[in-house]
Nanobody, 118 residues
C-alpha cells in the first residue's frame, strides 16, 4: 500500500507564490513518475506537471514558465513551486504517483485547496 501526504495549499494573492509538497511512503520498489493534477471548480481534473524517472518533466501549457516540478534526492517527495499565480490557478491540487509495489499502479493524494484571490 502507498500513502501520499500533501501539504502547502492555501490562499495566495495574484502574482504571488506557493509551494506544494507530496510525500510518498509505503512498500514501493520503484517510483516511475510523480505528478500534480488539479480540478478547478466545475471542471474536470487536468494534468499540471509531471516528472518521469526523476528527470524528464512535462508541463501544461497554462503553467509553463510559472510552475516548476521537482523531486528530492531521496526520491519520495515531489514539490510544485507555483510562481506568478493567477486566479485561474484556483483548484484542488492532487498528487499522483505511478509506482511498482508488487505490481505497477497509480495512487492519488487526498487533494489540497489552492485559492488565488485578492
Amino acid at each position: 500500500q502507498v500513502q501520499l501526504v500533501e501539504s502547502g495549499g492555501g490562499l495566495v494573492q495574484p502574482g504571488g507564490s506557493l509551494r506544494l509538497s507530496c510525500v510518498a511512503s509505503g512498500s514501493m520498489r520503484t517510483i516511475h513518475a510523480m505528478s500534480w493534477h488539479r480540478q478547478p471548480p466545475g471542471k474536470e481534473r487536468e494534468l499540471v506537471a509531471s516528472i518521469i524517472s526523476g528527470v524528464r518533466t512535462i508541463y501544461a501549457d497554462s503553467v509553463k514558465g510559472r510552475f516548476t516540478i521537482s523531486r528530492d534526492n531521496a526520491g519520495n517527495t515531489v514539490t510544485l513551486q507555483m510562481n506568478s499565480v493567477k486566479p485561474e490557478d484556483t483548484a484542488v491540487y492532487y498528487c499522483y504517483v505511478e509506482v511498482t509495489t508488487t505490481y505497477r499502479g497509480g495512487y492519488w493524494g487526498q487533494g489540497t485547496q489552492v485559492t488565488v484571490s485578492s
